[in-house]
Each structure stands twice: as C-alpha cells, then as structure tokens.
C-alpha cells in the first residue's frame, strides 16, 4: 500500500498537468471501481449489506471517497507535494485519537511514542529537501484541505472496523466505493466536457488507469485489510511509509540523490513503526 500511494503522489502531480482535478476523479474511480467489483463477484456469500448497515456503509463513502478525495486532489494540485505529504502524516495521530475517544483502541505511552516517531521522522524526509515546504500564502488553501484529508480518512477509518471485520475488507472497499463513485463522475462531468483529450498526453492516460486501478482500488483494499488485521492505529502508522516509497521512486526513476537527513527520517520512520507495532497492546474485539 505504502509503494504504491508513494508512486501515486508522483503520478498525479503529473497527471494534473493535462487534467482538471474533476476530470481526473471522474476518470479514474469508475476504474477503481470496476477493477473491485471484479473481484468482490468471485467471493462466496452475499454480495450486497444488510438493509441495517446500508446508511452507515453510504456515510463512509461520503467521508473516504467523496469527501476525502475532493479535499485530497484539489489540496494536492494548490499545494507542494512536500507540504501534502507532510500534513497527510498527522492521519496516525487523528486516528489515534478517534478509536481511543470510540474505545476501539486503547494507545498506551509507547505507540504514542512510536506515531511521534513516525511523524517526527516523516518532518525530516520531506524537510530534508530543503526546499520542500513552504506554507505561503500561495498554498494556504491546499494546505488546509489536506489537513481535512487527514481527519476525513481518519474518519473512514475508524468508522469502517466493526462493518469490515463483519463482511470483510474486499466487500467494505467495493461498497463505500462505489457509494462515492457516482456522485465524483456527476461532478466531474463539465470538466470531461471541457477538456480537450487530443492535449492529454498518453503519460496521462497510463497515470490515470494506475491511480484507479492501483492506489484507489488495490490500496483501498490493502488498506481495510491492514484495518482488519492490525487495528486501526498500527495501519494508520504505516501511512508514514508513504513518503519514504516516493524518495525511493524519485531516486530510482528521476536521479534524486536523497540527502543525510531524509536518509535519517527513512530510519526513524522505521524506528517508530516498530515500537508501535510491537507495544501496541491487544484490541478488544
């Protein structure tokens, strides 16, 4: 999940280029979800929620799909990926303090110190760039929205446990998925009008099959299943990996040597995983 969010950030800033944000939701999650209802038909069982958990599976796909990815792809094209790198990493903490206030969870002081760890490591992977960050008042906007993005999938998380430990994180994924889906292509509909598709180069349009296929249909996944065996806090940990997948790509891909400091934050970021993984006290089931 994390290599995969991490090549996606790149992907999108690139995608951007040649789409509107609209555009670009309204393409790339009926990808998304047809690539999950594929998947979701094979399984045995009911393929459908019972009527008493329909309202809050919506919900959840108003927090983790419309909601969130409104706030994520217009925050991400206002702002530097630094930035939204760097306030999408205060998920951990959001969410710690939501299954703690819900009684999912019961943090004590070393998964604090872990997440604090994490977080402190992820501040010196991006701002080890030096040239990353920058909270003007150019970016003022994005950066709001992608704090929002941090509470909202915080949200969608924590929400979603009970009803994906009880049908499963394929069949959660695939509902609240498409519960979004329809209303992101309704939006997105002016801006496909008024997009001129002979200017979008075919970069774009690889960037847009994987960002649904891959970071919103498979992550997704991978994601409820992190939440169905791991708890909600040690999976929301994991999300600090994230950047350190997308040093490793600019590395790998576009020559960009990693500096002292960002190697030091990959460290810690590591460091912090496992102590929050290993301290982390039993959840009540």
């Not at 019961?106 to 960050?133: H, N, Q």
């Not at 969608?156 to 499963?168: I, P, Q």
């Not at 994991?238 to 040093?247: D, E, G, I, R």
């Amino acid at each position: 999940m994390a290599a995969i969010w991490g090549v996606n950030f790149s992907v999108l800033k690139l995608v951007l280029r040649d789409l509107d944000p609209l555009a670009l939701n309204a393409l790339r999650f009926p990808l998304a979800s047809l690539a999950l209802w594929t998947l979701v038909r094979r399984l045995p069982g009911a393929s459908r929620p019972k009527p008493g958990d329909v309202v809050r599976i919506l919900a959840l796909g108003i927090f983790g799909n419309i909601a969130y990815q409104l706030c994520f792809i217009f925050g991400l094209d206002w702002t530097l990926a630094g930035n939204a790198s760097l306030l999408l990493a205060t998920t951990p903490i959001w969410t710690v303090i939501l299954s703690s206030a819900v009684g999912h969870e019961r943090p004590g002081t070393w998964v604090f110190a872990g997440i604090l760890g994490t977080f402190a490591g992820m501040f010196l992977v991006i701002a080890g760039r030096g040239d990353a960050l920058d909270f003007g008042n150019d970016s003022l906007r994005g950066d709001l929205l992608m704090v929002v993005s941090a509470i909202l999938w915080s949200i969608y998380t924590v929400g979603g446990r009970t009803l994906v430990r009880k049908y499963g994180a394929l069949r959660m994924t695939t509902w609240t998925l498409s519960a979004g889906t329809p209303v992101l292509v309704l939006m997105g509909v002016p801006s496909l009008l008024s997009t001129d598709f002979s200017a979008v180069s075919t970069g774009a349009w690889f960037g847009v099959l994987f960002s649904g296929v891959f970071a919103i249909g498979v992550a997704y996944l991978l994601w409820y299943r992190g939440v169905q065996r791991l708890g909600n806090s040690r999976t929301a940990v994991y999300s600090n990996l994230v950047p350190v997948a997308a040093l490793i790509t600019a590395w790998i891909w576009l020559g960009e040597v990693p500096t002292g400091p960002q190697i030091a934050g990959a460290g810690v970021i590591l460091v912090g995983l496992s102590v929050a993984r290993l301290a982390q006290a039993p959840e009540p089931s």
